[in-house]
């Protein structure tokens, strides 16, 4: 039988703008030490400084069912593969249950920080690029936020991109809403995507609503937004959108709340807009 660690650790690189949560991974290693053996695996993917809180190590292999049994304690507080959301009260849960197990806690409290080009088993590893870091802590903020207000998802796992799928409009594939949060161009958008080769066409066939659809969507009330209607992308890529863009200094964390807020009124106007009219839609 093999032993193991069952470890915490967090990244202060990433907190929660509505509460301020901190999002924990629990995980488990056969490593010596939980900085040589897991750190680096996951520096590569999110950088920043970790601490790892606690780690319990096991002369066999109860850590591995020990894992799976905190993972399904914490599943409704999943922000993305094996990092959740835990308070105090679950944290002192996390040690009972390691000692009860038999786990015995040992010193490994140490820190690391990543930032740049790293390595790993001797190989170059490059770090995500800023633009690349602040998408995923957008983004992942942004869904832990839609899930505690039950906004409906497609994918849970934040992108390390400026646009993110929310969902497929009534299951169908070809039409999606996605948001943008760009670095680059300093907006965050809504945008209705229909994809195919009468996405033009279709576009176009809504585009007939337009009067009806703008003031459904309270465009015209806000002097912030417009709709814009893109079909330069079609001859290329055979897709259309409908949009609404707010010109906005992305980096500025404290008013992420904000942004994050807008997303999700857009998010759901363009369903409740659209979602009755794309079924008339040849697609």
């Given amino acids: 039988m093999g032993s ?10 990433i907190k929660d703008p509505i509460n301020g949560k901190m999002p924990y991974k629990v995980g488990i290693t056969t490593e010596d030490s939980v900085e040589d053996g897991r750190f680096h695996g996951i520096g590569l993917i999110m950088p920043g400084k ?3 809180d606690f780690a319990y190590e096991f002369d066999g292999e109860e850590y591995k069912e020990l894992e799976k049994a905190v993972h399904e304690m914490l599943d409704k507080s999943k922000v993305n593969g094996e990092w959740f959301w835990v308070d105090k009260r679950e944290m002192s849960g996390i040690r009972r249950m390691c000692e009860l ?9 140490v820190a690391k920080e990543f930032a740049g080009e790293r390595k ?5 590893a490059k770090a995500l690029s800023d633009a690349k870091s602040l998408y995923l802590e957008y983004w992942t903020q942004l869904i832990e936020y839609f899930n505690q207000q039950d906004v409906s998802l497609k994918d849970k796992t934040p992108p390390t991109s400026y646009s993110y799928v929310v969902n497929n409009i009534r299951k169908r594939p070809s039409v999606n809403i996605l948001l943008g949060f760009d670095v680059e161009d300093s907006s965050l958008w809504c945008s209705l995507k229909i994809k195919g080769v009468k996405a033009k066409e279709e576009m176009f066939k ?5 009067d009806i659809i703008e003031r459904e969507l ?7 937004t417009t709709l ?13 959108y409908i949009s609404v863009y707010r010109e906005v200094i992305t ?3 404290d008013r992420w709340e904000e942004f994050i807020k807008w997303h999700k009124k857009y998010a759901e106007l363009f369903y409740k807009t659209f979602s009755h009219r794309i079924k008339n839609l040849e697609l």
């Fill in 228 to 240: 814009a209607w893109e079909d330069e992308y079609y001859e290329k890529h055979k897709c259309t």
């Fill in 101 to 109: 197990a038999g786990g015995r806690p040992i010193a490994d409290q």
């Fill in 120 to 124: 790993q088993d001797g190989e170059p």
């Fill in 218 to 224: 309270g465009i015209g009330r806000e002097l912030e």
């Fill in 4 to 13: 193991g660690k069952v470890y915490v650790v967090h990244n202060d690189w």
């Fill in 251 to 253: 980096k500025d964390r």
């Fill in 50 to 52: 970790f601490v790892c």
């Fill in 206 to 210: 809504l585009k007939e609503e337009q």
